[in-house]
Nanobody, 126 residues
Framework: QVQLVESGGGLVQAGGSLRLSCAAS????????MGWFRQAPGKERYFVAA????????YYADSVKGRFTISRDNAKNTVYLQMNSLKPEDTAVYFC???????????????????WGQGTQVTVSS
């Protein structure tokens, strides 16, 4: 059973930065693609970023390109999301997810992510 635990969320002013972490246990982390999704109140869960098993390929939603960076450390079983130039519209609960069988042509499809964390709240004030 794969367990994912996010951390690093909080309250930040617009223009600020946060770094989210997601620690994995109970599986073979180094073989999974990893993704970050977010869900604002009253809205659906949306794709933010993804990274393949060795970090060689990354994928981003248009809304975060140039501001967010996804990375991973397989030795630490951890994936990160560095968020810069934050905007109020980035306010959401951020979830990390693991995809054991990753299709790069569907990197944003939540259905291929089999394991999910509980989420961490990010609030950006204006």
């Amino acid at each position: 059973q794969v367990q994912l635990v996010e951390s690093g969320g909080g309250l930040v002013q617009a223009g600020g930065s946060l770094r989210l972490s997601c620690a994995a246990s109970g599986g073979t982390f180094s073989t999974y693609a990893m993704g970050w999704f977010r869900q604002a109140p009253g809205k659906e869960r949306y794709f933010v970023a993804a990274i393949n098993w060795n970090g060689g390929n990354t994928y981003y939603a248009d809304s975060v390109k140039g501001r967010f960076t996804i990375s991973r450390d397989n030795a630490k079983n951890t994936v990160y999301l560095q968020m810069n130039s934050l905007k109020p519209e980035d306010t959401a609960v951020y979830f990390c997810a693991a995809a054991p069988f990753f299709r790069s042509d569907a990197y944003g499809a939540s259905q291929q992510y089999a394991y999910w964390g509980q989420g961490t709240q990010v609030t950006v004030s204006s």
